[in-house]
């Protein structure tokens, strides 16, 4: 491992763990477009950690009313409690279609052409739900029914090129929910995602730690850390008055120049 590609890949996971324009299509399309040979699959579960430690923090306070709320008495409204029914119904889908879809979509990885392309549709989401939404309700408002669809698309975001923040927020949109609104679920919902990707990645992965690949991994996780708390931090803030509009124009870009490379590289 490159010192230099360490630092990048890091910073790249941090921010497109949670910016809406695929993690996945970053870490295949930039080693191939710039000619780096891949790293190993412990760097990955890494950079997950870095990416999962990031959003526990920065969400520690919601995740300690979610606890408490399972040590107090029933309440009529308790909406913590409520959350954690619907992030679990959400993250079925993911679950279920990537168990059984497992070996599809990681050939998928594979293939950096058609990354792009599936790149192409998260620009779609992110355009169309901006285009289409009425952004009223909180996500206090939030049913069932609305956590499972957003669940059915954060389970497309298992294909290498379609964002997994990117799908939810636009679902979350498009069911109504304010753009801070649909963001922060977004983020608590990844959660479990990510976890689930660590401990996938880690019983897949072969460990062959020395001296220095554990400086290098230590230095991955660190900037992973830093850039996906910083991610979280600006889009949340972001979206109180801004649209989409720019990450779906940036997805639109960097799904075409990609594509035209690989295609000229044939």
């Known amino acids: 491992m490159n010192l230099l590609r360490v630092i990048i890949l890091g910073v790249i996971q941090g921010l497109t763990e949670f910016l809406p324009v695929s993690s996945s299509a970053h870490l295949v399309l930039v080693p191939y477009l710039l000619h780096w040979e891949f790293l190993p699959l412990y760097f990955n579960v890494t950079l997950h950690l870095g990416t999962l430690l990031a959003v526990l923090i920065f969400f520690r306070s919601e995740l300690l009313l979610i606890i408490n709320s399972f040590f107090q008495p029933s309440e009529k409204d308790n909406f913590p409690r409520k959350l954690v029914i619907l992030l679990i119904f959400a993250t079925l889908p993911a679950v279920i279609l990537g168990s059984v879809f497992e070996d599809f979509f990681s050939r998928l990885f594979e293939k950096p052409a058609y990354v792009s392309i599936f790149l192409l549709f998260t620009a779609f989401i992110l355009f169309t739900s901006e285009r289409f939404s009425k952004k009223i309700k909180e996500i206090k408002e939030m049913r069932l029914k609305d956590a499972v669809l957003i669940g059915l698309f954060q389970a497309l975001a298992i294909i290498p090129g379609i964002s997994r923040s990117g799908a939810t927020i636009g679902m979350g949109l498009l069911r109504g929910y304010r753009r801070e609104d649909a963001v922060k679920f977004s983020f608590l919902l990844s959660i479990p995602i990510i976890f689930g990707s660590f401990i996938f990645e880690l019983k897949e992965a072969n460990l ?38 720019l990450f779906s124009i940036y997805c639109l870009i960097v799904s075409l120049i990609s594509f035209i490379y690989i295609y000229q590289g044939k």
Do not use: P, R
């Open 208 to 245: 062959n730690l020395t001296k220095e690949n554990f400086s290098l991994l230590l230095l991955g996780f660190i900037f992973s850390f830093f850039a996906g708390y910083l991610a979280i931090s600006f889009l949340l803030k972001y979206v109180k008055k801004k649209s989409l509009y």
